[in-house]
């Protein structure tokens, strides 16, 4: 069973409601700090992966979704 959480003025302070039972032995592993995602690699992800669109879309993306005239 594994649980998370971070630590605390020097205690560990598990996420949500869930925690070993009191008295319960434990092993702690400290994990590396996730970086947060920047938006071009969370956009990245997706990159590609859209099936149907115009083969121009990029280009034209104003007139696809905007009406207005092609270029």
Known sequence: ???QG???NGVVVFDG???PPEGSMVEVAVL???QPQSLK???LEFAGTIEGLPSDMAR???HYLHGRPKK
Do not use: I
């Open 6 to 8: 971070q630590m605390r």
């Open 1 to 3: 069973m594994t649980f």
């Open 41 to 43: 690699d969370f956009l």
């Open 17 to 19: 409601s869930q925690a």
């Open 60 to 62: 034209q993306h104003d």
């Open 32 to 34: 590396p700090k996730k």
